[in-house]
DNA sequence: TTAAATGCAAACGCTTTGCAATTGA
DNA sequence: TCAATTGCAAAGCGTTTGCATTTAA
């Protein structure tokens, strides 16, 4: 079922700026932030605003249609639910996001539980570090 | 080696402020915000200045003195390097946060040098889910 | 004595809000 | 038609900044 089929059966209207939030969270490559996505609206939609792009993503959040992710910025990135890639390895020297599959999680996820009782939800979850070719870097300063 | 000591050896001055802001954060149980600290600052030095807090957090952090950890409420939380508990399970139900040994990490830690030539810092690493009080709450309702 | 640090007020960036005007169903 | 949604402007929050004043060394 498509967002606009989601949004439609749970009772919310579709209007145009829906549309085109849900469009350019579509379109976009990576994780994008509520302004980012302000900005390439308004790109092509001259009269969108920055509340009602707030307000929409807040609302697909709730349906689960699209889940956040803090890579520590200050400020969280959105990105549609169903694309996957949830997990990021970000390096704190050069910025660079590596994607992390849920592979490398599962040892940790089970340990969690076994140990903690703790079900972690690791959807959202940044690793912050240094990447490789950073490492390299230092070691050869 | 104390910080006061650490402070003064690397040229900074000790000023009462800073030495106010370190006894907080040593007295502090738990991660503590900056306006946290703040308040508690104020309360028995009324004269203290929120930006003075955030400079000196700054500072300490620079030496090493403190660490930030993100619990993903929008702001950062501090604490004293010496003290350790580095990891935390935050639960998203409650709010509960429970500290995670090192030794739950180590196979990630590995893992990701191993298959992403990452190196990871998870002295921050907060990691978010249910408890196991929630999780049975949940079960039962 | 003097560079470093403080206090203040103002600005910052991101996000949320109240409210009147508009609009999808 | 009319409740849901929008646009706007203003305020919220945590944090940072410029600058004159004070102070540790």
């Known amino acids: 079922m498509s967002c606009h089929e989601i949004l439609r059966e749970k009772g919310h ?27 390439q609206l308004h790109s092509r939609y001259p009269y969108a605003n920055i509340s009602t792009v707030y307000r929409t993503l807040e609302l697909l959040k709730e349906l689960n249609l699209v889940t956040e992710a803090d890579f520590g910025e200050g400020r969280v990135r959105y990105h549609v639910a169903e694309k996957g890639h949830h997990h990021h390895l970000v390096c704190h020297s050069c ?25 972690a939800d690791l959807r959202h979850l940044a690793i912050s570090g240094k990447c490789s070719k950073c490492r390299k870097k230092k070691r050869r300063a």
Chains 1, 2 share one sequence.
Request: net charge negative.
């Open 95 to 119: 910025g660079k996001v590596i994607d992390l599959d849920d592979f490398t999680l599962y040892p940790l996820k089970d340990a969690l539980l076994k140990e903690y009782g703790f079900d």
């Open 13 to 39: 209207r579709l209007t145009p700026q829906r549309m085109l939030v849900i469009e350019v969270l579509h379109e976009a490559d990576k994780h994008i932030s509520a302004e980012e996505l302000y900005k």
